[in-house]
């Protein structure tokens, strides 16, 4: 079990998606994103398995949740700089957390 001072620590922000690419070198099919997380934050890159839910076109311009605290972590010759949250459905089936209606980026989820 987490404290509350443990889970306080996290930091999940909304940001907007600004590009995506595809990944091919990636052992499991995925994109690379580039998401703006607003003034304080700034621009961070990610890589996400998202493929099978989400075209390209589909995630340009969309918010996300994101935790943005955790260590950088490199996936071939990609660095990933955020971890993107989604549910985890059945063969990797992931549903993207988002705000219900557009808010500012960068702001806290809590």
């Known amino acids: 079990m987490l404290t509350w001072e443990e889970f306080e620590k996290t930091e999940m922000r909304v940001g907007t998606i600004t590009e995506v ?3 091919p070198e990636a052992r499991k099919p995925a994109y690379q994103l580039v ?3 607003g003034e304080t934050i700034g ?8 493929t099978k839910r ?3 076109e589909q995630l340009t311009g969309r918010q996300i949740v994101a935790v943005v605290n ?5 996936i071939g010759k990609f660095m990933s700089e955020c971890l993107v949250l989604g549910a985890m459905g059945p063969d990797n089936d ?4 988002a705000p219900d209606f557009k808010v500012e980026n960068g702001l806290r989820i809590g």
């Not at 955790?70 to 490199?74: A, D, I, L, T």
């Not at 992931?94 to 957390?97: F, K, T």
């Open 43 to 50: 621009i961070r890159k990610s890589s996400a398995q998202i």
């Open 35 to 37: 998401i703006d997380f």
């Open 21 to 23: 690419n595809d990944f």
């Open 70 to 74: 955790f260590p950088k972590k490199q």
């Open 94 to 97: 992931i549903v993207l957390l």
């Open 54 to 56: 989400y075209t390209k």
